[in-house]
């Protein structure tokens, strides 16, 4: 009966959703207010629908309900409740209606956040967001319904996949879809100022916090992917250049971009028709990774059971959104104008070339994500784009962006003066310059990639220096206390999310550069000795976890005869899907991670073994939380509490009528 | 020509792309044993316990050499293709009974019929290993001279059949 209310919860929201795509873009275009008052209510009675089949499906799995097809399939009587209840995005369908449920969020937020916004824009964006989430809920009630029936009921299921048993599947995928689908109201932004034609700054200060919000959930998310992978799939990488990791890193580029680009038009008035490409790249990419997820045609880790009936509706549905986008686009833009003029040394000229770097990082990221499937379809033969192919171009592209991202907030809008620029930033350069060089040698290691990638990393933070000793220096205020407050949080979170890039910066180098490796065979009581570490292993016991038995293995780790921790890496093996896991033993710390983890059992009790030793590894996603934390600063920032606070007071009436009749 | 035009016609062209990546396979691996040698087996046979069935007496002649098991679904499915093809004479088909019991084997031709002028029984899966098989059923085409010309991986189809290995068997036939 449960799962039925969350079937039929579905078919509501799938005619709410068609009245919210219709009656508001509709009413919008002919001005009549009536038909435009719909889209609040539209978008938050689907919100709760959707919430409702959300809870349904929930329920379900928390009270094993094999009788659902869905449920049969990915989870066991033995799975422990919170990952019964993350199995419900643990397969297609389900992640599906979490996409969905995320959605049906953003427009409930948005309906709540855009008192302040012209009617007429807020009903094209709702509606458009409407539209959006029509397409999904009709590709999951036709070919993808996770509340299908199973009869007879299976008695007992088939068990989530032991590589998802994890924390991380509780958190990682609701973090990355919130940032993922939080772009699809940068979209809709977008696409609302194109139908309605008012492309301009207001345009761009509206959708500015929007993006910045949904750039921290994806920033946030994909680290927490990357993370998982670390700990969970025991090779000690971070970053595998996967198919999938690509599909989220790439709207990632394409949002970080354009944040940068919205703020030119925010404060400039300019790159508009440029900012709302790149808005509808981002919510495209996204729909580009859902579709290569889930169709098959890359092989990938992360892919979905694939079936071509899927893969086919996701790009007909591809083929119309971002399709439908771009014809408007190509429609609108060329009436948008390109706002006022600048030098190309000036903060816009920076950031025009940041946005160049970071498209051309993300186009090159998408040719090597596809270029398999454009060979496989020329029939010129199968290929795998591996990491020497992404590390190859993405360093280049990425070392000048970085140099930049020291210049550009010093710049002046405008027109700057390159000499006046370098006489700023000499002692930045030079500080940068010689640390860099001499800290490897220090560190008894010197190559020209640590040189470099800390150069990078100390000149963000020098040049990140001067900026706030300049800005302190002309803020009002006779205390030190009270100039730094007068620093707007915008600023800090500007700050801050670059000194994030960083400590990624550190993080990477320092790893790439320094990281111990060892592969060797363990009999019980045998030491080995790496990064100055000693690891005693003690052999192996059996125990029995709720759904697998393990083997773990102790080690004893001393430094200088001194023991510093004891570590148990596993070896598990689940019942249901009787597939093995390495659980791998890290511990964590701020200059290094250990990270043991168990091969093959050998003979005699011993085993083999993988011992890493990982310099300033946890920098990596540290920097990225970091990064976050700066957009979320930046998004508090004064001039958004208080237009959240007053309404429409951005708005004249006045403008506000001249711009329903001219759409 | 509308430059902002531009981001759909790319548009286009990936959706081109991707469409035709619907119909591809990219699991459909080539495999690194096309054009080699094929690995040499001494196999005793399974009707004939006390004879062998030998790689070495198929030279110089183009055969298929199809690994299958009675446990095994896709066997199943592509048995009508092999009675078919067995049926017409043109090329003789060499089975691999890969990992199976003898009795049962015996039961599963008896019932389904039996394409193979001989079969050789590969109980423990070594000569799979050699092979390369990922899983069965599979079949390869070897030429004259002992090479691999040709894999399918799972079952055998009447278009592939009709298509691709057919065409190939004439051809390396008539050299």
Redo the contacts between chains.
Sequence with gaps: MIPEIGHYALILALCVSVVLGSLPIYGAAVGNSMLMSVAKPAARGQFLLILLAFCCLGYAFAEKDFSVLYVAATSNSQLPLQYRLAAIWGAHEGSLLLWVFILSIWMVAVSFFSTHLPEAMRARILGVMGLVSMGFILFMLTVSNPFERLIPAALDGRDLNPLLQDPGMVIHPPMLYMGYVGFSVAFAFAIAALLGGTLDATWARWSRPWTTVAWCFLTVGVAMGSGWAYYELGWGGWWFWDPVENASFMPWLAGTALIHSLAVTDKRGGFK?WSV?LA?FAF?LSLLGT?LVR?????SVHAFATD?KR??FI?VF??VV??GS??L???R??RVGLGGGFTLVSREGMLMANNVLLVAALGSVLLGT?Y???L??LDL??ISVGPPYFDTVFVPLMTPAIFLMGIGPLAQWKKASLPELATRLRWAFGVSLVTALALPLAMGQWTPLISLGLMMAIWIVTTSAVGLRERLAHADGSSLLGRLASVPRAYWGMLLAHCGVALFIIGVTMVKGFEVEQDLRMNVGQTATIGGYTFQFDGTQQYKGPNYIAARGTFRVSQDGREVTVMYPEKRRYNVQNQTMTEAAISPGLLRDLYVSLGEPLDDGAWSVRLYHKPFIDWIWGGCLVMAVGGVLAISDRRYRLAWRRKEVDVPAATQVARQTVS | M?R??I??GV??V??G??????????????SPLVGRPAPDFSLPQLHDQGKVLSSNDLKGKVWLLNFWASWCGGCKEEHPVLIHLAQSGEVPIYGMDYKDTREEALAWLKQWGNPYPIVAVDALGRVGINYGVYGVPETYVIDKAGVIRYKQIGPLREDILQEKILPLVRELQNQ
């Design positions: 028709a490409l509808i495209s579709f169709s098959g045609v890359l092989t071509p893969g086919l790009l591809l083929a971002i399709g771009l014809i686009y190509a429609w833009a060329p596809l398999p499937l454009f496989d379809a033969g199968k | 509308n902002f035009l981001p759909f548009f286009v990936v959706v792309f991707l469409a035709v990546g619907l119909t591809l396979n990219p699991r459909e691996l080539p």
